[in-house]
C-alpha cells in the first residue's frame, strides 16, 4: 500500500547570516529555505533532523545545535511555503542519525479550531515518521508533563498511573502519542530506538517566541498592563526552563549510545504554584495580580514531574529556576512580548510617504463600515458595505497609516461633516486666523483653504478683511460656503486642476486642517502646494490626534484619515515636496493636533537644500526627539500601543456591561466619525448584554438617520428632555474632544428636566465614569491601566521596600494578603511563633522567595528574635524604605514604588503616612477566600471623633520611612497629626477586629454587634494590642458611624480618595 504522502519541507535557517543577540531577533523573517534532496549533510558528526524547526521549542534548539554544539543539523517544518515530496524525504530521513520530532498542534486554540485534526496531527504523523526510519536511528520526541495532572504533590514517576479521566483532548492526544511509540517498538525490531521526554511547561525565549502560558504569560501582562490575571492559584505546574531543555537533549545526543529500544523521561526544572508564579513576578515587575473566577467548571490540581531517572541515568544537573526565568525574560521584554507573529502586513498598500513595501500592523480593528455611511433607513443602515480597518506603521520613515484605502471620490463627494457645528471648533477658527494675518503682518491679505468645508474657517478671514478662496470635493458643503460669500472650487487637490486659483506671487496663506491625513497620495498634495506657493507664501498643516499613540486612542483610526503623521515622517514629505518646515505646534483641538509650519524651498541648488535640511527648526528638533524618548521609532512602543488599546476597550465594555444591569439607559453623545469607530470597537463582541438606545449629535444632516452598520438611531440633543427623570441615565461621550462644551449641556439639560441620576462615560485621554448633576462633575471612577516602564526608569536609584510583619493563623486571608502585597515590598521578614503548618503551607506555595520567615530558635524568646533582626536590618537594610503591617492589614495604592522613587527624586521627606481605615463585618456575610476581602467586607468605622478618641490605643495609620534607624511607626502618644505627610492615593483596609476570621477554612458569617465581643490579636510582636482596644470599640459602639467604600459621597471629603481609590482597584 502507498503511504500517505507528508506536507513537510526541509529548512536550513538562519545559516551564517545570525542576529548577533543569543536568541536571534524575533521581529526578523524565516530565510534561506531549500529542497531537501538538496541538503549536504556531514558525517564527522551526528547527523540531526529537528522536524517542527520553527516552532518555540524547534528554532531555539535548531539555533543550538548548529552554534553552541556545532554540529549538522537540518529543520523542517510544514508551516513554510514548499513541500518536498514523499519519496524523496523517506530517502533522506534515514541519512539522519538521530531525529528530533517536535511538530503537531501544540496550541490549544489550534486544538480547538481543528478537533478532527488532534490524532492526525499529534498521533499518526509522528507514528509514520518512526515506521520510515531505521533501527539503527534514535527517534526522540516531544511528550508534556501534563500527563501527570493530579499529581500535584507527590511527583509522577514515568512508570506512574496515569489518570486519563483528568485529561483534555490535547494531552489525551499526547498520552496516546506516548501509547502507540511504545507499542511499536515492541512489536517491531526494525523500529528506531525511541525516546520520549515529558516535558514541564518549557519557559525561555526563543526566535519564535510563546506568550501564551507561563512566565511568558504573565510577564508581558505586567509590562503590557500593569496586572496579572490569574485562574487557580493553587495548582502547581512543571516548569523546565529552556536552557535546561537544550542542554538535556544535547547529552541524550552526547551518550545516544546508551539508548534503550524505547525509553520514557521526566524533564522538570522546577515546579511551583501558579499563585507563587504570579506572585514572583510581581515582586519582579511592579504590576499587581487580579483573581480572575473560572468560568469553564473545570477543576485544575496541577502536575508536578519526578526527574530522578533522567538525572541518575545521564548525570544530569537541573540548574534553572524561577528567580533566573523571571530575571532573564525581564531583561528581554521588548522582544519577549513582541511574540512570534510576524508584524509585517503583506496585504497593505506601500508607505504613502516614501513607498517602502515594508508595512507593519500595529492595531487591527477588522472590517467596519464608512464612519460617515450614515442613511436615512434602517435596513439600509444595517446593509452599509464594510472595508478592512488596520493601522499600518513604516519601519523606514516612521509613518502610520491605514493599511487600505477606500476610493476618495466615493467617501468624500457627498460629506456630511459639518466643521461649523461645534462653538469650540469656531473659537478654534478665529484663534487660527488672528495667528496667521499676525504672523503675515498683512491686514488685506489672501487665503486659500484646502477642504474649506462649510466656509467656517474661511468666515474668520473674511471677518478680519481677507480674500478668501476654497477648494472641496464634496458639492454640498461647496454651496454652503458660496452661501456666506466665499469663493469655492469643487475637486480633489493635487488631482484636479484649478484654472483660477490666487496667482503664488499674492497668495498670502495656504491653510489645509485634517486634510493632508485624508489624501491617499499625500506627497503629491504637497508637490501641489509648493507649486500654489510664492516665495512668501505660509502654507499651515494641521492633523489630529499627534498624540493618540501616548493615550491609547484608536478612535481617529477610520477610513477617511489614511495618514496619521508623526514629526518623522513630516519631516521626510517636506522633502520629498521641496518643503521645509519652519514651525511645529501643538495645539488644543480635537483632542490635541499638530499645526505644521511650511516654506517653499527657494532655491534648487543641492548644497543650499542640503544645508537647508541639516539645518532644523528648533520646534521640529524638539518633537523629533519626544518621538524617540517616547521610542515611536521602536517595536515595542506599538506592542504596548496595541495592549493599551485593548484594555481601554475591556474597561469601557465592563463599565457598560455593570451599568446596564444596574437599570441604566445608555446613549451616546457626538456621532463624529471617531464616536461611530469606537463604537464598532464595543459592539465588537459577540456576547454584550447592554445596547445603545440612540446617538446625540448636534449636526442637522446626521440628525433623523442611523448609524452606519447598526440600527441606532441619531436624534438631536433635545430628545434628552423624552427621558423619565427619575430612571438612571448612562452617556458616552464619543464626541470626548469637546467634552467641556458637552459637559456645559448635559448639565443644563441636568437642571432643566430635574434629572437625578445621569452618568457620563469619557473614553478619551483618560477612561472616566462621572457623576453629573445640575452644578458639578464628580469622578466616579477611572480606568487605573499602567504598563510597567521598560527599562525600568529607576534601576538602581529607588530604593527597596523593606516589610517586617508578624505571621498569624490567619489562612482565610493570608493567600489574598500575599497576593495584594507582592508588586508592593522588595523584601519581607516575617516573624512566627506556633503557627500552624496550613499557614506555613501557604507562605511557602505563594509567597516570593524574598520573603523570610523567622522563627524563634531552641530556648529563645520571639522578643529576642524581633531584637535580633531588627538590628540587623539597620546594619544590612539601612537604605532602604520599611513599614510594618499585619497580615491582617491590606495597603491599598496604585504604584507605592513609583510613588517612593518619584519622592525620593523630589522630595525630602523620609516619613510618610498611610491612613488605615478599621473594617467591620456588615449583618450577615458569607466570605469566600478566593475573591479578595476589599471586595467583599467594604463597611468601616468613619466618624474622626471615634477615631480621635481610639487613637490612644489603636493606630490609625502606619508609617513608612526610609530613616537609618528602626522608626516606631506606631507611636502616635505625641504625633500631631496636622504636621505629617501624609499619603494621598492611598490606604490600609485594617480586617483585624473582623471576629473568628482567622479560624474560617472556606465560609464564615458575622455580625457587627460581635465585632469587638472577641480578642483577635493578643500581643502580637510589633503592635501593642489585648483585649482593652476590643472593650473601648465595644463601650463606644453608639458614638460609632459606618460608612461603605461602595458609596460614591463618603461622609467626610478626606475620605473621597479611599472610596475611589477602592472602585478602581476593585475594578467596579
Request: with cysteine; charged share 20%; proline share 4%.
Amino acid at each position: 500500500m502507498k503511504q500517505r504522502q507528508l506536507t513537510i519541507i526541509e529548512l536550513v535557517v538562519w545559516g551564517e547570516n545570525r542576529m548577533p543577540s543569543s536568541v536571534g531577533n524575533a521581529y526578523g523573517e524565516i530565510a534561506n529555505v531549500v529542497n531537501g534532496s538538496n541538503a549536504k549533510v556531514s558525517t564527522m558528526s551526528p547527523n540531526i533532523a529537528i522536524i517542527g524547526s520553527s516552532g518555540f521549542i524547534g528554532s531555539r534548539l535548531l539555533q543550538h545545535l548548529q552554534e553552541k554544539e556545532k554540529w549538522n543539523v537540518v529543520g523542517y517544518d510544514r508551516v513554510l511555503p514548499q513541500q518536498v515530496s514523499h519519496e524523496t524525504l523517506t530517502k533522506h530521513l534515514q541519512k539522519f542519525e538521530i531525529v528530533i520530532y517536535l511538530a503537531g498542534l501544540s496550541d490549544r486554540s489550534m486544538d480547538h479550531e481543528r478537533p478532527n485534526d488532534i490524532e492526525l496531527e499529534n498521533v499518526k504523523e509522528v507514528s509514520n515518521f518512526a515506521q520510515r526510519m531505521s533501527s539503527s536511528q534514535l527517534l526522540i520526541f516531544a511528550s508534556t508533563a501534563e500527563i501527570a495532572e493530579g499529581y500535584r504533590l507527590d511527583d509522577m514517576h514515568e512508570t506512574s498511573r496515569v489518570q486519563t479521566d483528568l485529561l483534555d483532548a490535547y494531552v489525551a492526544s499526547i498520552y496516546h502519542r506516548e501509547q502507540v511509540l511504545q507499542k511499536l517498538s515492541a512489536e517491531s525490531m526494525s523500529m528506531p530506538r525511541i525516546i520520549g521526554l515529558r516535558l514541564g511547561t518549557v519557559v525561555g525565549l526563543s526566535r519564535s517566541q510563546r506568550i501564551d502560558h507561563g512566565h511568558m504569560k504573565y510577564i508581558c501582562q505586567a509590562f503590557l498592563g500593569g496586572k496579572l490575571e490569574i485562574v487557580h492559584p493553587k495548582s502547581h505546574q512543571s516548569f523546565l526552563g529552556m536552557e535546561d531543555l537544550l542542554r538535556a537533549i544535547a547529552v541524550i545526543v552526547q551518550k545516544r549510545h546508551i539508548s534503550k529500544r524505547f525509553d520514557l523521561f521526566n524533564l522538570q526544572s522546577f515546579s511551583t504554584s501558579v499563585a507563587k508564579m504570579a506572585n514572583s513576578i510581581a515582586l519582579a515587575s511592579g504590576a499587581y495580580t487580579q483573581m480572575l473566577i473560572n468560568s469553564s467548571g473545570r477543576i485544575n490540581n496541577g502536575f508536578s514531574l519526578n526527574t530522578t531517572k533522567f538525572r541518575s541515568t545521564y548525570h544530569f544537573v537541573f540548574n534553572d529556576n524561577q528567580e533566573q526565568i523571571i530575571s532573564e525574560l525581564i531583561d528581554d521584554v521588548p522582544r519577549l512580548c513582541a511574540g512570534r507573529q510576524s508584524r509585517i502586513d503583506r496585504e497593505s498598500v506601500p508607505c504613502v510617504v516614501c513607498g517602502s513595501r515594508e508595512m507593519h500592523t500595529v492595531l487591527d480593528l477588522r472590517t467596519q463600515p464608512l464612519a460617515n455611511d450614515f442613511r436615512i433607513k434602517q435596513n439600509e443602515a444595517l446593509r452599509c458595505k464594510r472595508f478592512p480597518l488596520r493601522l499600518v506603521r513604516c519601519p523606514v520613515c516612521q509613518h502610520a497609516q491605514l493599511s487600505y484605502i477606500v476610493d476618495r471620490s466615493y467617501l468624500f463627494s457627498h460629506y456630511l461633516y459639518q466643521s461649523g457645528t461645534s462653538k469650540s471648533i469656531e473659537t478654534y477658527f478665529s484663534w487660527l486666523a488672528e495667528k496667521i494675518i499676525a504672523e503675515s503682518k498683512k491686514t488685506n491679505g489672501t487665503v486659500l483653504e484646502i477642504a474649506s468645508n462649510d466656509g467656517s474657517q474661511l468666515t474668520q478671514f473674511a471677518l478680519r478683511g481677507w480674500n478668501t478662496v476654497g477648494v472641496d470635493p464634496a458639492k454640498n458643503l461647496a454651496e454652503l460656503a458660496r452661501a456666506k460669500g466665499h469663493t469655492v472650487y469643487v475637486g480633489f487637490w493635487g488631482t484636479d486642476t484649478f484654472s483660477s486659483l490666487p496667482s503664488p506671487d499674492s497668495l498670502d496663506a495656504i491653510v489645509a486642517q485634517n486634510v493632508l491625513a485624508h489624501v491617499s497620495n499625500p506627497v503629491q498634495f504637497l508637490r501641489a502646494c509648493a507649486s500654489a506657493m510664492g516665495s512668501k507664501t505660509k502654507l499651515y498643516i494641521q492633523t489630529s490626534q499627534c498624540e493618540m499613540y501616548e493615550t491609547g486612542q484608536f478612535d481617529t483610526v477610520y477610513h477617511e484619515h489614511v495618514s496619521f503623521f508623526t514629526a518623522h515622517s513630516f519631516k521626510k514629505i517636506a522633502n520629498l515636496a521641496g518643503l521645509h518646515i519652519t514651525n511645529f505646534e501643538i495645539t488644543p483641538i480635537h483632542g490635541r493636533s499638530c499645526l505644521v509650519t511650511f516654506k517653499r524651498i527657494k532655491s534648487s541648488n543641492s548644497t543650499f537644500i542640503s544645508t537647508l535640511h541639516r539645518n532644523l527648526a528648533p520646534p521640529l528638533l524638539l518633537a523629533l526627539q519626544k518621538e524617540r524618548n517616547l521610542g515611536l521609532i521602536d517595536t515595542w512602543f506599538y506592542v504596548k500601543y496595541q495592549a493599551q488599546a485593548q484594555f481601554m476597550r475591556r474597561w469601557i465594555v465592563h463599565q457598560l456591561t455593570r451599568l446596564f444591569s444596574n437599570g441604566y439607559k445608555i446613549i451616546g453623545y457626538g456621532a463624529a466619525a471617531k464616536g461611530i469607530v469606537l463604537l464598532h470597537s464595543l459592539l465588537e463582541g459577540a456576547n454584550h448584554t447592554w445596547s445603545f438606545s440612540y446617538i446625540i449629535d448636534d449636526a442637522p444632516l446626521k440628525q433623523n438617520t442611523y448609524c452606519p452598520g447598526t440600527s441606532i438611531p441619531v436624534r438631536p440633543s433635545s430628545e434628552l428632555m423624552k427621558h423619565d427623570s427619575i430612571g438612571p441615565l448612562a452617556i458616552v461621550v464619543f464626541a470626548w474632544n469637546f467634552w467641556e462644551e458637552i459637559s456645559n449641556k448635559i448639565r443644563l439639560k441636568v437642571s432643566e428636566m430635574g434629572l437625578t441620576n445621569v452618568s457620563v462615560l469619557l473614553p478619551f485621554p483618560q477612561q472616566q465614569l462621572i457623576r453629573i448633576d445640575s452644578s458639578t462633575k464628580t469622578v466616579v471612577t477611572q480606568n487605573t491601566f499602567r504598563s510597567i516602564p521598560w527599562p525600568f526608569p529607576f534601576p538602581s536609584m529607588r530604593k527597596p521596600i523593606l516589610l517586617f510583619s508578624y505571621l498569624s493563623n490567619d489562612a482565610a486571608l493570608l493567600s489574598s494578603w500575599i497576593r495584594h502585597h507582592a508588586s508592593m515590598f522588595d523584601m519581607a521578614v516575617f516573624f512566627h511563633h506556633n503557627v500552624t503548618e496550613t499557614s506555613l503551607q501557604i507562605f511557602r506555595d505563594e509567597a516570593p522567595a524574598a520573603w523570610k520567615i523567622i522563627a524563634p530558635g531552641n530556648g529563645e524568646s520571639l522578643l529576642a528574635v524581633v531584637d535580633r533582626e531588627m538590628k540587623r536590618c539597620q546594619k544590612f537594610y539601612s537604605n532602604t524604605w520599611k513599614t510594618s503591617l499585619t497580615t491582617e492589614e491590606f495597603l491599598v495604592h496604585p504604584n507605592l514604588r513609583g510613588m517612593l522613587a518619584e519622592i525620593e527624586n523630589t522630595a525630602v521627606a523620609k516619613a510618610l503616612c498611610v491612613r488605615s481605615l478599621v473594617m467591620i463585618g456588615s449583618s450577615s456575610v458569607s466570605f469566600d477566600p478566593l475573591i479578595p476581602p476589599l471586595n467583599q467586607i467594604t463597611k468601616y468605622i468613619s466618624n474622626s471623633s471615634i477615631h480621635t478618641k481610639l487613637s490612644h490605643f489603636l493606630p490609625s495609620y502606619r508609617c513608612l520611612h526610609h530613616n537609618s534607624y528602626m522608626l516606631n511607626a506606631n507611636n502616635q502618644n505625641n504625633a500631631d497629626l496636622d504636621t505629617l505627610k501624609w499619603v494621598s492615593n492611598g490606604f490600609i483596609a485594617d480586617y483585624r477586629y473582623i471576629p473568628l476570621l482567622k479560624h474560617m477554612k472556606t465560609k464564615f458569617s458575622y455580625t457587627e454587634d460581635t465585632m469587638a465581643e472577641t480578642n483577635i490579636i493578643s500581643k502580637h510582636a510589633l503592635n501593642n494590642f489585648n483585649a482593652i482596644h476590643a472593650r473601648f470599640i465595644k463601650q463606644n459602639r453608639k458614638l460609632m458611624q459606618i460608612s461603605d467604600l461602595r458609596n460614591i459621597d463618603p461622609v467626610h471629603h478626606e475620605l473621597g480618595m479611599a472610596h475611589r481609590l477602592w472602585r478602581e482597584m476593585s475594578n467596579l
